[in-house]
């Protein structure tokens, strides 16, 4: 059974602070994204890692993606209260089929105080 | 990118009834996932719907609870089959193209049973 595992679990920060929510497992994965969810919502999604020791930025985050493809972490600079809501990681695998599925992680609660 | 729709929104229903959740995507997708989420949580996949073949199930899900229907690229139906307390729940429809490594979410569907 594949499993994403996310530390924090919940984090809160005061506005201007940089954080960083890691995402682990002991599975390789083909792919791995980042989501970001606010309620009432679905997960938006935020980046799409592929290669391993690959790093993406995105305006205040940067997202690596380990080197053996198991693990991946999302590096928030200068906080805002806008950052705020659920942060969740998804790696891809394949079924017996040919197929693929995301998996996701546990999620990190990430509140940003002004 | 995909916009994903969701319907209905929310419901509440009784004890022993049944709900059908439509999903529908405004361009061909290859894969529609259906998750299943818990407020504040992290999604839990139940089913990976490809068109033209059966569901594929996860783990602690079944075709005779959850009935999937994906007739054609840009649809599916989940139904939610003789309900109870434990199945209140908010109910994702997902899409994704192999090609861009991209999962787009619809708003979701807030199902309490009474």
């Known amino acids: 059974t594949q499993l994403l595992e996310q530390s924090p679990q919940f984090l809160s920060i005061q506005e201007g602070e940089n954080l960083t929510v890691y995402c682990n497992s002991s599975?390789?994965?083909?792919?791995l994204q980042w989501y970001r969810q606010e309620p009432g919502e679905g997960p938006v999604l935020l980046v799409t890692?592929?290669?391993?020791?690959e790093v993406k930025k995105l305006k205040r985050l940067t997202f690596q993606f380990g080197d053996a493809r198991k693990d991946s972490s999302l590096h928030i600079t200068a906080a805002q209260p806008g950052d705020t809501g659920l942060y969740l990681c998804?790696?891809?695998?394949?079924?017996?089929?040919?197929?693929?599925?995301?998996?996701f992680g546990t999620g990190t609660r990430l509140k940003v105080l002004a | 990118s995909a916009v994903i729709s969701q319907k209905p929104s929310r419901d509440i229903c009784q004890r022993g009834t049944s709900l059908t959740i439509q999903c529908q995507v405004d361009?061909?997708?290859?894969?529609m996932f259906w998750y299943r989420q818990q407020p504040g949580q992290s999604l839990t996949l139940i089913a990976t719907?490809?068109?033209?073949?059966?569901?594929?199930?996860e783990s602690g899900f079944v075709i005779d609870k959850f009935p999937i229907s994906r007739p054609n690229l840009t649809f599916s139906t989940l139904t939610v089959s003789n309900m109870s307390p434990e199945d209140s729940s908010i109910y994702l429809c997902?899409?994704?193209?192999?090609?861009?490594?991209?999962?787009?979410f619809g708003p979701g569907t807030r199902l309490t049973v009474t």
């Open positions: 997902s899409a994704s193209r192999r090609s861009s490594y991209e999962q787009y």
């Open positions: 599975s390789v994965f083909s792919s």
């Open positions: 890692v592929v290669t391993g020791g």
């Open positions: 998804a790696g891809e695998g394949y079924l017996t089929s040919g197929t693929y599925k995301y998996i």
């Open positions: 361009s061909q997708v290859t894969m």
């Open positions: 719907a490809n068109q033209g073949s059966e569901a594929t199930y």
